[in-house]
């Protein structure tokens, strides 16, 4: 079943990989595919209410000493080296996402986690090639 919150955007699971975000239509380079609310905790409220969750999977670190679950898709989108699109801090607790080049329709969304696209930098789980669409994702468990 494919959750659709735009006409641009839904989720889909994907064997083997768990969920990600998909493109309903054609999407723009530049345009905005997305824009989401952030909720933000201290540490202390993610290691006493979150910690060894699976929502624990969903949050990453925003800023010194606090964590982050983007809410909408945002913390749904795929990692990849070569991601198809980008996200931005757009204001004090929101995020966007924008299309880095045209992407098709049924094509799966993907960012780098690192924040910069171009980043080789590693990230904290193994990164598998997928070699039918050439798509890097991750494998976290309890993602998905």
């Known amino acids: 079943m494919a959750f659709t919150q735009s006409n641009a955007i839904e989720v889909k699971r994907v064997k083997g990989k768990g969920r990600g975000v998909f493109a309903r239509r054609l999407i723009r380079q530049g345009e905005m595919i997305e ?41 749904l989108y795929n990692h990849s080296f070569r991601p198809n699109a980008r996200y931005d801090d757009v204001g004090p607790q929101t995020k966007e996402f924008t299309a880095m080049r045209d ?7 993907t960012v780098n986690y690192n924040g910069e696209p171009t980043s080789r930098a590693a990230v904290w789980f193994e990164v598998r090639e997928s070699t039918a669409s050439k798509v890097v994702n991750r494998s976290v468990p309890g993602k998905g």
């Open 103 to 109: 992407i098709a329709p049924g094509e799966e969304i």
């Open 35 to 75: 824009r989401v609310p952030m909720l933000v905790l201290t540490a202390e409220e993610f290691e006493d209410h979150l910690a060894g969750t699976s929502l624990a999977n969903y949050c990453f670190a925003w800023s010194r000493g606090t964590m982050a679950l983007a809410l909408g898709y945002g913390s």
